[in-house]
């Protein structure tokens, strides 16, 4: 696989992102699909993986595989209408920078998540 060939993958994951998002903005997506379709938008685009990049191997495994596989399910589960519709939002704001109040939302759902996780692991150890 050349670069070449991953360029135009890693562009593809990113349209395939964006649609997801707004599929997931449209009332007529079902509520499953919309819930799944923002935890997986909010990963793909979010600065902080599961999994830290400096990982070896394992620190791209998500990006590589989760990511993909949840865009996958997503789109599989939104009706084709919708699917055209977001499409088309995608395509006319390829280009386009996220929005402050956006990466602001994204960094506090993370944020939110560690604290509950480290506020588990700090109960638990304590017991």
Do not use: C, N
């Not at 997931?24 to 997506?29: E, F, G, N």
């Not at 699917?83 to 994204?106: D, L, N, T």
Request: charged share 20%; hydrophobic share 55%; net charge positive.
């Amino acid at each position: 696989m050349g670069i070449s060939s991953l360029r135009r993958w890693a562009k593809e994951l990113k349209r395939h992102t964006l649609v997801a998002y707004f599929a997931a903005r449209d009332p007529r997506t079902p509520r499953l699909a919309r819930w799944l379709a923002l935890l997986v938008a909010a990963y793909a685009l979010s600065p902080i993986d599961l999994i830290p990049d400096f990982v070896p191997i394992l620190g791209y495994l998500d990006d590589l595989v989760i990511v993909p596989l949840g865009l996958a399910l997503v789109l599989r589960m939104v009706p084709d209408e919708v699917k055209r519709s977001a499409q088309e939002q995608a395509s006319a704001s390829a280009g386009g920078h996220a929005s402050p109040a956006m990466v602001v939302a994204i960094v506090a759902i993370w944020l939110l998540v560690a604290g509950a996780i480290g506020f588990r692991v700090f109960q638990w150890w304590r017991t």
